[in-house]
C-alpha cells in the first residue's frame, strides 16, 4: 500500500494548543473561565457544530461581566498570534504528498484560524468535528479519503 497523503491534527501538532489562554486586557479571569468553559458540555456542543461561535460568546462574556463583542475581539487576537511548530511545517513543505488537517474543532477555526493563517494553501482538504457534526477522529479521518 502506498501513502495517498498526509495528515494532521490541529493543537499540539501544528501548533501550540493554548492560543485562547493569552492575557485579556483587564479581565484577570479570562484563563480560568475559558478553561473551565473548554471543559464543558456547551464546547463540545459548539465543537460538534450545535452552536456556532457567536453563540458561545454570550455565555463566556455574561461569565466575565464583559460585553460579547470585546469577547469576540479577543478571540480574535488569540487567533491571529498562534504559535506554529516548525518541524512539522517543514514537513509540509518538502512533502509531495497532499496535506490534510483532521482536528476537533468548532467553526471559529474554520473561520478565524484556516483564513488568518491561510492554511487552506497547505491543506486540502480541511476536516473538522463541526462540520461533520462527531467529535470522533476515527470517523473524521476516511472523510478525508474523499478529497483525495
Excluded at 483532521?102 to 477555526?109: E, L, Q
Aim: hydrophobic share 45%; proline share 7%; with cysteine.
Amino acid at each position: 500500500m502506498s501513502l495517498k497523503c498526509v495528515l494532521w491534527d490541529f493543537g499540539d501538532t501544528l501548533a501550540e494548543e493554548h492560543w485562547m489562554q493569552r492575557s485579556f486586557p483587564g479581565v484577570p479571569d479570562w484563563p480560568r473561565v475559558w478553561s473551565e468553559f473548554m471543559s464543558s458540555e456547551l464546547a463540545d456542543s459548539w465543537s460538534l457544530g450545535r452552536l456556532d461561535t457567536l453563540a458561545v460568546v454570550t455565555p463566556v462574556a455574561t461569565r466575565l461581566a464583559v460585553s460579547p463583542e470585546s469577547v469576540f475581539e479577543h478571540m480574535q487576537r488569540c487567533c491571529s498570534v498562534i504559535r506554529f511548530f516548525e518541524a512539522p511545517l517543514e514537513v509540509t513543505k518538502r512533502s509531495s504528498l497532499p496535506q490534510a488537517i483532521v482536528t476537533i474543532n468548532p467553526d471559529g477555526f474554520s473561520k478565524l484560524i484556516v483564513p488568518q493563517h491561510k492554511l487552506d494553501r497547505i491543506f486540502r482538504p480541511i476536516v473538522t468535528s463541526w462540520e461533520e457534526r462527531t467529535l470522533d477522529k476515527g470517523v473524521l479521518a476516511p472523510i478525508e479519503q474523499s478529497f483525495a
